[in-house]
């Protein structure tokens, strides 16, 4: 995966600053635990379809909001992460609305490989998360507001994603872009309601490499 290019000014010190915290989230989950994976579920393996932690981590500030789980046995898992109408930019109306009083949007999935860190980045189809289902513009102006603080012995996996979206918003935003694109190729092919079409799953992905991220930043 390619690194988000890097700005002059203010921006780039911003990224710089996400660059550091990253880096620092990560060494405190591996003094805690190892890997993010094993900070989440306490070590053991995951059950399927449980979100982890229980409750879902919710920042009541940001509104940012993500949890853990896995699908099967044999996979092991990823992170959806979420932002909440009420810390979204003022003027973003739904594609399609849900009844909850405070609907979140999915910005991006982090998928986990076999040890427990990051390894990919994904979008899903609307059935999969049940989300109010915004534009791809919309979702790369709700990224600069997905910013979870605290969650316990969860901050520094917190930190980790939040630090994450800054410095891959490009990458993000691409990602939201191709899954609208994908969605509508669904639908000229396939006819009906594609975002409720449980054979369109997975709507976009790229691979991720935590450590080149950090230094195409931190090195410019």
Do not use: K
């Amino acid at each position: 995966m390619t690194g988000a290019a890097v700005p002059s000014g203010p921006d780039r010190a911003a990224l710089a600053a996400a660059a550091a915290d990253l880096g620092r989230a990560a060494a405190e989950i591996r003094r805690l635990a190892g890997s993010p994976l094993a900070l989440l579920t306490g070590g053991g393996r995951p059950v399927p379809c449980r979100h982890y932690p229980l409750g879902d981590v919710y920042d009541r500030d940001s509104h940012a909001q993500y949890y853990f789980h896995t699908h099967r046995q044999a996979e092991a898992g990823h992170i959806h992460l979420f932002l909440r109408a009420r810390g979204m930019p003022p003027g973003l109306v739904p594609q399609v609305a849900t009844a909850d009083a405070d609907p979140p949007c999915h910005l991006v999935a982090v998928g986990l490989g076999e040890d427990g860190w990051p390894e990919t980045l994904f979008t899903t189809n609307r059935w999969v998360t049940g989300e109010a289902w915004y534009s791809a513009a919309a979702v790369a102006a709700m990224l600069p507001r997905f910013r979870p603080r605290g969650g316990g012995r969860l901050a520094a996996l917190s930190l980790l994603l939040s630090s994450l979206v800054a410095l891959a918003e490009p990458e993000v935003a691409d990602l939201a872009m191709r899954r609208d694109a994908a969605v509508a190729a669904w639908a000229a092919g396939h006819g009906g309601d594609p975002l409720e079409d449980e054979r369109l799953e997975v709507t976009s992905q790229a691979p991720l490499d935590l450590g080149r991220l950090v230094a195409s930043v931190l090195g410019a």
